[in-house]
């Protein structure tokens, strides 16, 4: 066994189930910097698709919501959905990761009010429950998801279902262009210590302010 090498340096976590979501907690509350990386749009895995908790037989959305709300106050804690880990390398205690982020098109303002999904048409096998039902082009995977923000699925986009969902968006929430990618680009460069990304485009449409997150 080698020796652990105690260091300041940020914690990434891979994995938002429950286990990652408790040693991310755990690392948090002790005081440590921590990312945690979860390929889904919403942290839980697979517990939240289960029925019940046995033997108590409590639902799961009651024992997550507890770690949802730990989440949420903790400071330390930065939760990076729809985001995998694609790359590491190291040198002892010294390691880059790379993440690369999927598109959400849907930003921090979300209310979770659905009417994206009420106006969307298009409908999509939902991966949450293994295609047993349809779910629309705007979703969430389930009610109590966290974080508590709606997804647009790639395959609208360009669509006028995509226009749709905009348009019906009062609280501004839907980016459908270039600032939503420099966003996220901010975001991981924010976080992560010599993050990069690439951004393939045929122009940019950002201007005034919005200049600076490009130069
Ligand atoms: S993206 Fe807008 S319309 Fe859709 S749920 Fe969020 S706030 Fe409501």
Redesign the pocket.
């Known amino acids: 066994m080698s020796d652990i090498v105690a260091t300041n340096e940020t914690i990434l976590v891979a994995g938002g189930g429950i286990s990652g979501i408790s040693a991310a907690l755990e690392a948090a509350e002790a005081g440590k910097q921590v990312i945690l990386v979860e390929k889904n749009a919403y942290i839980g895995g697979r517990v939240t698709q289960l029925y019940k908790y046995f033997p108590k037989l409590c639902h799961p959305t009651c024992g997550m919501e507890i770690n949802q709300r730990r989440a949420k106050s903790n400071p330390n804690l930065t939760i990076l959905t729809m985001a995998e880990v694609t790359g590491i390398s190291s040198d002892k205690g010294d390691y880059s990761i790379k993440v690369k982020l999927k598109p959400r098109y ?1 930003n921090n ?9 009420d106006t969307v048409d298009a409908e999509f096998d939902s991966e949450f429950n293994y295609g047993l039902n349809q779910r629309k082009g ?1 979703y969430i995977a389930y009610n109590n998801a966290y974080p508590q ?2 997804v647009l699925d790639e395959r609208i986009i360009g669509t006028d279902d995509a226009s749709k ?1 905009k348009d ?4 501004d ?2 980016d459908l262009e270039i600032m939503a990618s420099l966003k996220q680009t901010h975001y991981v460069r924010e976080n992560i210590i010599d993050g990069t990304s690439d951004i393939y485009y045929i122009d940019i449409r950002a201007i005034d302010r919005f200049e600076d997150f490009y130069q």
């Open positions: 849907v303002n979300c209310t979770a009010c659905g009417k994206c999904s705007a923000t709606y969902a019906a968006c009062l609280a929430a839907i």
